[in-house]
């Protein structure tokens, strides 16, 4: 039996597409779980560059399988787009399927999280307005719509006009704006959109244990980051999903027991979309060179993404929560040419010096960064493909990094592309 996860282990776009769409081929089920449309995966691959923001990054390799589980929110006309995106370009081989128990991202959503972020103002969370939130928190409020229900219509319109009701209600009485909703309008889109959504509905938690049981490979696929999570990241400056690893087995129905393997994504320096506490962000020359040659816009809204050195403190905290086999360090290129590089190895909080700290908005907020400082390597690296080619300061730099966190690093990502990977023989067993 295997059962991989990959899981993003800082602020998100780690490169959790790229890794998914290498390994893809060895599996035969690829799997998102949680999150929706906030989500930006980077597949580069041919020369061709794709962007998936709600299917799995495997979706390519037409003759597997790729499910959309029961953990995801899902905003039907983006899945739409996506899905046209590949017929149009002959790449679409109805390798798709979805969880009936995934909840349906709404246009209410999105227009009530926008004025939700206006009226926080400055207490903004600077999240991605794809609705996420909303829509996870109707799930939670036993007010959402799922997937499964396209398939009900006289049930679905039912649970749509108490919503609905209700989101009309907000937006008048606590937002003060005259947009109403209407029940019969959204309930026609649903339709249409179901025309080709009902046919790809299965239950998410039979396909999956299909797989298992007959001792076929499933690879899961997570969104965001550990420093993201719902209940373990930088709150509320966080995402409304498990973005951690125990996040697979909630989103899938897939036990604990069933996980082989946990790989946590990190690129080798730190970014950040969005507001909230970053102790390594770098905002002068160093920061803009990392944004400009690690092209640090986000895949979803184009923002720039703050940049900063990587953070063992904070490395060491979501590889630990996610329970991480191995680690994939990705961007490695992007530090190249630079004279010294460095990575936070503890904190300084009144006086103390901390390797570890509790993860909280607050707490980040008041911790100044120790810096641990590697010669650089020059490069360019992009093009090695052995370990043994990879220049000393380079090696030196990864063993660091591995015996500090105390998990085997074994991918070497040297560049966007498919190929411009290295597996590497970690020094440090597990
Ligand atoms: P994800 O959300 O974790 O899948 O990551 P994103 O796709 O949002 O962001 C990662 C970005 O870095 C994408 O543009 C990738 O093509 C790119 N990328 C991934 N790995 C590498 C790498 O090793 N080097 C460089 N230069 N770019 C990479
Ligand atoms: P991938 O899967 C980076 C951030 C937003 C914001 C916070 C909440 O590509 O790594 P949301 O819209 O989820 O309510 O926003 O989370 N965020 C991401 N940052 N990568 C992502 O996904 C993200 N998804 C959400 O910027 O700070
Ligand atoms: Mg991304």
Same mark, same amino acid.
């Given at each position: ?58 979706? %390519? ?34 390798? %798709? ?75 008048? *009485? ?40 007959? *001792? ?47 790989? *946590? ?6 970014? &950040? ?29 184009? &923002? ?78 992009? *093009? ?9 300061? %380079? ?36």
């Amino acid at each position: 039996m295997t059962v991989v996860v990959i899981v993003g282990s800082q602020w998100g776009d780690e490169g959790k597409g790229k890794l998914t769409h290498y390994l893809g081929p060895q599996f035969d089920l690829v799997v998102r779980f949680q999150g929706g449309s906030n989500a930006g995966h980077t597949v580069k691959t041919g020369g061709e560059t794709y962007r998936f923001n709600l299917l799995p990054s495997a979706i %390519l390799y037409c003759e597997h399988t790729c499910l959309m589980a029961d953990g995801m929110v899902v905003n039907l006309t983006r899945l739409l787009s996506e899905i046209k995106f590949l017929q149009e370009r002959g790449l679409w081989g109805d390798n %798709l399927r979805i969880g009936s128990h995934a909840h349906l991202v709404m246009p209410y959503h999105i227009f009530l999280e926008e004025l939700e972020e206006e009226r926080l103002g400055g207490r903004a969370i600077g999240t991605t307005k794809q609705g996420i939130g909303p829509c996870y928190a109707d799930k939670a409020a036993r007010l959402g719509i799922q997937v499964g229900d396209l398939l009900h219509p006289p049930a679905l319109k039912e649970r749509l006009a108490t919503a609905v009701e209700f989101k009309n209600a907000l937006i008048r *009485g606590v937002y003060n704006r005259d947009e109403t909703y209407s029940v019969d309008k959204i309930y026609d889109e649903l339709m249409r959109a179901g025309e080709t959504i009902g046919p790809l509905v299965v239950s998410s938690v039979e396909m999956v244990r299909g797989y298992i049981d007959e *001792g076929r490979a499933v690879l899961c696929e997570g969104a965001q980051g550990a420093l993201l999570d719902i209940d373990y990241g930088t709150y509320p400056f966080v995402t409304s999903s498990h973005t951690v690893a125990a996040g697979a087995c909630l989103g899938t129905g897939i036990s604990v027991n069933d996980i082989t393997k946990v790989i *946590g994504v990190s690129k080798a320096y730190t970014t &950040r979309v969005g507001n909230g506490a970053f102790p390594s962000e770098l905002t002068g020359e160093i920061g803009d060179h990392l944004r400009e040659k690690g092209l640090e816009y986000g895949t979803t809204t184009g &923002r720039p993404r703050r940049c900063g050195w990587l953070d063992l403190v904070l490395l060491r905290y979501t590889l630990k929560i996610h329970g991480c086999t191995e680690l994939a360090l990705t961007k490695i290129d992007v530090l190249d040419g630079l004279e010294t590089v460095k990575v936070v190895n503890a904190y300084r909080r009144n006086g103390d010096v901390l390797t570890a700290t509790e993860v909280s908005n607050e707490q980040l907020s008041q911790c100044e960064p120790v810096y641990e400082e590697f010669d650089g390597w020059g490069g360019p690296v992009s *093009g090695l493909r052995a370990e043994e080619d990879l220049p000393p300061q %380079l090696a030196q730099f990864v063993d660091f990094i591995e015996r500090e966190v105390g998990v085997p690093v074994r991918m070497l990502s040297l560049g966007p592309d498919h190929d411009e990977t290295i597996w590497r023989t970690p020094k440090l067993k597990q």
